[in-house]
């Protein structure tokens, strides 16, 4: 039989929980390769029971929303994890588990039937500051995905569509293929949120 987001096989309960952290400062240098990592074993270390995939080399069952560079800021990350059971202060045991630079700052409970990340994850939100202004650049290189683009002060703010397709690590490397930065340490960038836009509110929002 086939188990459901909040099933039961082989008598193990299964519940999907959502976490929304950030990571700054050095946190935000840990590539996303690593994150599956830190997060199991910071759960591990609060106390918590993760669910683990099948097969021959199990693993704690965790996914994640779109992929960021490493450097990247992100103040609003979401992550699915699957537990045994689901205590209500997660969100501290979790905060003093993780490690500097993580923190979560809200869990969700996803219905059954909610969508996964991949698809929930329609729309990002990102702040860009670089000595030049690169508004007509990322009009060029991201094209009819741009849902929105506008200045202010230093700082570009950008809303895309589709993410996981249109990677903010993309637009850097055209800047620097066309000569408008030298490298990555021209340019600092922050995703601040990642989910639905909301046109008429004007918010990147993720629903449970």
């Known amino acids: 039989m086939q188990d459901g987001l909040?099933?039961?096989?082989?008598?193990?309960?299964?519940?999907?929980v959502r976490l929304i952290y950030s990571k700054r400062g050095g946190a935000c240098f840990v590539p996303h390769i690593a994150l599956a990592q830190v997060f199991s074993r910071s759960a591990t270390?609060?106390?918590?029971?993760?669910?683990?995939?099948?097969?021959?080399?199990p693993r704690a069952k965790i996914t994640f929303?779109?992929?960021?560079?490493?450097?990247?800021?992100?103040?609003?990350?979401?992550?699915d994890m699957f537990m045994t059971?689901?205590?209500?202060?997660?969100?501290e045991r979790m905060n003093s588990s993780l490690p500097e630079g993580f923190t979560v700052s809200r869990v969700m409970f996803p219905p059954d039937d909610a969508?996964?990340?991949g698809k929930s994850c329609k729309a990002a939100e990102y702040f860009i500051r670089t000595a030049q202004n690169i508004h007509e650049h990322a009009q060029t290189f991201y094209g009819d995905y741009v849902v929105k683009s506008e200045y202010a002060g230093e700082w570009m703010r950008l809303i895309l569509s589709d993410p996981?397709?249109?990677?903010?690590?993309?637009?850097?490397?055209?800047?620097?293929?066309?000569?408008?930065i030298a490298g990555w340490h021209e340019v600092?960038?922050?995703r601040a949120a990642i989910g639905s836009y909301d046109s008429e509110k004007d918010i990147v929002y993720l629903n449970e």
């Open 6 to 16: 909040c099933g039961v096989r082989s008598g193990v309960r299964k519940m999907r």
């Open 164 to 180: 996981a397709q249109n990677p903010i690590g993309g637009l850097v490397k055209y800047l620097v293929r066309e000569n408008i």
């Open 45 to 57: 270390r609060a106390g918590l029971t993760l669910t683990m995939t099948q097969g021959f080399s």
């Open 65 to 79: 929303g779109p992929e960021l560079p490493a450097g990247v800021v992100a103040l609003a990350e979401p992550v």
């Open 115 to 117: 969508p996964n990340l």
């Open 188 to 190: 600092n960038i922050v």
């Open 85 to 91: 059971d689901a205590p209500e202060n997660i969100t």
